[in-house]
């Protein structure tokens, strides 16, 4: 695969499905064309539509630029990097670039790991209006999965996380993300997980608005998974100072992240 391959998807925007997006955090709220838009909201359009054969063996879709990103079976996303340059706005068209920026493979005792970069860039008339990278981790099958670091400090502010399967339902088809840790038990037990797995991005989403509560807005956000959330576990969105993070049972930390 060469680094220079480009994926180009263009969408309207759909002020609707911005109102499915509020809906799924919680949040019952009408969306006017031109409404500026919360923070990974984007990341509810540009769908890439294509058949079940398209899909691997975990239900995922490859990125859809020329070959698979890595032949090795199971997908994490393991982190990430946004810039907002201008207003995500609702009801305007907008076009997506994506393209792989970089690409390792490294070795170690969980067997071979490729970690790839990709570099997603949102424009609307013309101008950009965001910058997102993503690392992604492929691993092999039977290896075993994160298992974090236990948080130490202590927590300025604190608030319960209550997810139930209806929120993961909607967020999955509001990503158009078919990946079957999130919804097929059996194979994520069989994956290495405990259970059903919270997807990283709606954690990401939930600790970025919790910052916007306490910065006003959000202007840059960079994120680590660092061991999978389940379903039913109990956890917390943490904030102490700048300093952002998931915590889980036995105040495992899911997803640490620094905000500005």
Known sequence: MSLAETLTLNDR?????????????GQACPVDVGAILPPFAHLAYFWNPAGREALGVDGHQDAGIGKPLSELPMRMWAGGRVQWHAPFRAGVAAKKLSRPVGMTRKSGRSGKLDFVTMRHE???RGALVLTEDQDLVYREAGSATPQGLVETGEADERRALKLDAATLFRFSALTFNAHRIHYDVEYARDAGYGGIVVHGPLLATLLALFAAEHLGAVTAFSFRATAPLVLGDVAWLCRAGDRYWVEGSRRRVSMTAEAR
């Open 13 to 25: 925007i759909d002020p609707a499905r911005a109102e499915a997006w509020f809906a799924t955090l």
């Open 122 to 124: 949102v424009f609307q």
